[in-house]
C-alpha cells in the first residue's frame, strides 16, 4: 500500500506541473490584464511601468519559473482586479462554495444509490418507470435551466425558498462561516444545491441499477438465494458491497464535478462562492484568480484519484492480491 501512495504522488505531482504549465500558458491570452488596471487616459509610460511591477515584460520563461518559485511556497499572487491577495479572496469564498458541494454530493450519493437499488430490486415496477422517465429529464436539462425552473416554481410562484444569496451565516472562525446551523441558511441552500446535484444524482442512480442487475444475474447471488440466505442479506451485504466497485470511480470524479463546475450553480443562484469568484475574474482578466482556481480544481481531482485508488483496494481483494505479486 506505502508504495502504492508514493508512485501515485510522484505522478500526482507531474499532473500538478502540467497543469501549472497550461494554466501559464493558457492565461497568457487571455487579454491584456493592464487593460483592466488602469483608466482610458493613463499613458503610455504608466501602462509599461504597471507592467514592468507585475513582471510581464520578462520573458515567457523567466515568468513561469518565477510561478512554479511562488506556487510552491502557496504564494499565489495578488488579484489585478481587488487588490488583494488570491489566497485571502478564495479563503473567503471556500466556505460557501465547500457547504454547497458538500450538500449536494451528500444528496446526490445517498439518493442515487437507495433509487437505484429500488429500481434494480423492482425493475417492472410503476415507481421504477417513472424514476427512469424522471432520470432522463434530470441528465438531459442543462444546469442553469433546472436552475431557473425551480427559482421559478418555489420562489416567485410558491414563495417558499429564496431565489438567490446565502443567508443565516454563523461565523465558527475569523474565516469560516456556515449556513447549516439555522433555518434561513437551509432555505436558501437548498435550491442550489437540488440544482448542483440534480445531474449527478440521476448519473449515480442509473449506473448502480445498471450494474446491481448485473450482479444479481450471477452465479453467486443464485447460490446464496439457493442457500436460503435472507434476501436482505444477499441484497444489501453481497449484491451491493460487488455493485459499488464500478461505481466507486464514477462517485468519486462527479463529487469533484460537483465543486469543479459549481460555476454555473453560483451563478444563477449568485452564490458567493469560488465559482462566481473565477466567472468574475474572467470577465475582468484577473490572471492570479483564474491560474490558481485551475490548480485547486485540478489537485481536487488529483487527491480524489488518490482517495479512490486507495478504496478499490480496500474492498477489492482482487487488487490486493495483484499488489502483492
Sequence with gaps: MLALIIRRLLQSLAVMLAVALLAFIMFRFAGDPVNQMVGVETT??????????LGLDQPTIVQFTRYIGRVATLDFGVSY??????????????????ELSFVAAVL????????????ALNPRGRISSLLQSVSLVGVSLPTFLIGI?????????????PAFGRSGLVQITQNWSTGLLTVQGWKSLILPAVTLGLFQMTLIMRLVRSE????LRTDFVKFATARGLPKRRIYFRHALKNTLVPVITVVGLQIGSIIAFSIITETVFQWPGMGLLFLQAVQN???????TYLLL??????????????VYHAIDPRLKEVGKS
Aim: aromatic content about 8%; hydrophobic content about 60%; glycine content about 4%.
Design 44 to 53: 503610455e509610460a504608466e501602462r509599461q511601468a504597471v507592467r514592468e511591477r
Design 81 to 98: 482586479q481587488f487588490r488583494q491577495p488570491v489566497t485571502k479572496l478564495l479563503a473567503e469564498r471556500v466556505p460557501a462554495t465547500l
Design 108 to 119: 446526490s450519493l445517498v439518493s442515487g444509490v437507495l433509487l437505484g437499488v429500488y429500481c
Design 149 to 161: 425552473l425551480l427559482i421559478y416554481i418555489f420562489s416567485v410562484t410558491l414563495g417558499w425558498l
Design 212 to 215: 446491481m442487475l448485473e450482479v
Design 285 to 291: 482578466v484577473d490572471i492570479p484568480i483564474m491560474s
Design 297 to 310: 480544481i485540478a489537485f481536487l481531482f488529483v487527491m480524489i484519484n488518490l482517495i479512490v485508488d486507495l
